[in-house]
């Protein structure tokens, strides 16, 4: 049984930082791209920051420069440290798991974070 658990969410002030993480378990880790999403109130899910299966990266550009996403293969465990956190990053964060070589792919169950005063 494949699961995608996340870790990390919460309520921070404008400014601070958070780190999320996803172990994941039932897969072949090291054959899966793993992504970060989220989805806002009212507003579709959107891709923050991918890491591919072979260590690149990518970003949302509303993310560039303060999000830094990794992964730790023999934790099968993918992380999102966010700092300089904006009320805009206020969302429900979902990880994501892509398998390389076919179509499946796997959802966590979410974790909400909150950027308020």
């Known amino acids: 049984q494949v699961q995608l658990v996340e870790s990390g969410g919460g309520v921070v002030q404008p400014g601070g930082s958070l780190r999320l993480s996803c172990a994941a378990s039932g897969i072949r880790f090291s054959a899966y791209h793993m992504g970060w999403y989220r989805q806002a109130p009212g507003k579709q899910r959107e891709l923050v920051a991918v890491a591919t299966n072979s260590g690149s990266t990518n970003y949302a550009d509303s993310v560039k420069g303060r999000f830094t996403i990794s992964r730790d293969n023999a934790k099968s465990t993918v992380y999102l440290q966010m700092n300089s956190l904006k009320p805009e990053d206020t969302a429900v964060y979902y990880c994501?798991?892509?398998?390389?070589?076919?179509?499946?792919?796997?959802w966590g169950q979410g974790t909400q974070v909150t950027v308020s005063l």
């Open positions: 994501n798991a892509d398998y390389v070589f076919g179509r499946s792919d796997y």
